[in-house]
């Protein structure tokens, strides 16, 4: 079959893309961003063509799906409805895929991205797997049994999945602009859940999940005694973690992981619950995650002369705030500085306060404007990122521009956070540096 995918370059839609073209699809797609993007090495390396003009044909057979930041009245969208190409929604065509493998859809509000990693990991370290990871990762082959699904909650995408597996690292208020409030939150993740086939494995500490009326099985897992699966003895380390899991009040084994912050055990513990559920031995488990290296742009580090540069893909307040913890971690004696891009107006607005707590974890803080590219800043009167950064104590704003402000930080630890991409800052510092 052929696919033509809109907004390509989107961590979704670039993974999604390579699924497709490993499965012996004709893939090709369009995007707005001409720049290089970390997502588009996989497209690359298949050979997927690029478009970023709307002069190219299309065959009439072609299947046309669409990230939701491209709208309808887009000239690429308006193209393709002219064209009248059978046009379908991107988590349809993600199901479509799911029911052909035994699927672990991972979901919640944090913590996806690295929980399918590890999976992901112990899997291709002794029976293989195929996976579809949202930070551009994705391959497939038929050879495999087992296929890995970071599950989005976004515009309630993961509805449409029917995992044979599935797992919840936590639920949170997110996304406020598709959702009413936490409960109708937590009635979709309900609905994922209750889609699960054999096995839901949900982080038993998280308030939210333990609401949840499951009618598939559950496992708890987390740092509560009241869990199925517990973690205990944790100590974090410089050059790592080390903890125990207990299983139905009896020692599994003991883990040392190179990863830092809590909330990386308990993803690890989720991770390490699955794959003994599926059949792997402690000893497996345990050896490949000795070797575990996260994904891109989660806690991505690079040393340039005397300062430490790290580029990291959180942008909610509760990851921005562990994450620091993690680097904290790893870096007792250095001084943390951030440099947070941050990504759509609606949550800059809902989550206001929460971003001024969190980012004072950093002893130094910087920010730049807000990125919405599925947004409109004249739907959100007087919200910028000054409604933050005015609040931090020595704050101060940046940007390409003036990104010579962080020469006084040479020798530090220096974060940048978001989703949105700070290639072009990060390139800038390296440059002066």
Known sequence: MK?????????GMSTLAQILCDLGNEVSGYDDAKDYKFTQKGLDDRNIKIYYDNNHEIDKDTIVT???????????????????LTIKKYNEIMQDVIKEFKTIGVSGTHGKTSTCSMIRHILEETIGCNYFIGAGDGKVSR??????????????HFTA????????????????????DIDDI?????????QTKELVIANGDNEETRKINYNTKVLFY?????NDVVIKNLELKEDGSIFDVYINNELYGNFDIPLFGKHMVANATSAITFCKE???????IHRALETFVNAKRRMETEVVGTTT????????????KVTLEGVKQKYPNSKIVVVFRPNTYSRTKDFTNEFIDALQVADKVYMTEVSANREKQEDYPGVSSHLIIDKIPNGEMVEEETIDKLLKEKGNVVVFMGCADNSHLISGFKELL
Request: glycine share 6%; aromatic share 16%; hydrophobic share 25%.
């Open 186 to 194: 937590r009635n979709t993740f309900e609905i994922f859940a209750n």
């Open 66 to 84: 669409y990230s939701v930041a491209f709208k309808e009245d887009h000239p690429e969208m308006q193209r393709v409805k002219k064209l009248g």
């Open 278 to 284: 599926i059949g792997l031995s402690y000893e497996q």
């Open 309 to 320: 540069i790290i580029d990291d893909y959180a942008h909610h307040p509760t990851e921005i």
């Open 3 to 11: 696919y033509y995918c809109i907004g390509i370059k989107g961590t």
């Open 143 to 156: 050879d495999n049994e087992y296929y890995v699904v970071e599950s989005d909650e976004f515009n309630r």
């Open 222 to 226: 987390g740092f509560n005694e009241n």
């Open 161 to 180: 999945y029917h995992p044979t597996y599935s797992i919840i690292t936590n639920i949170e208020k997110e996304h406020m602009e598709c959702y009413k």
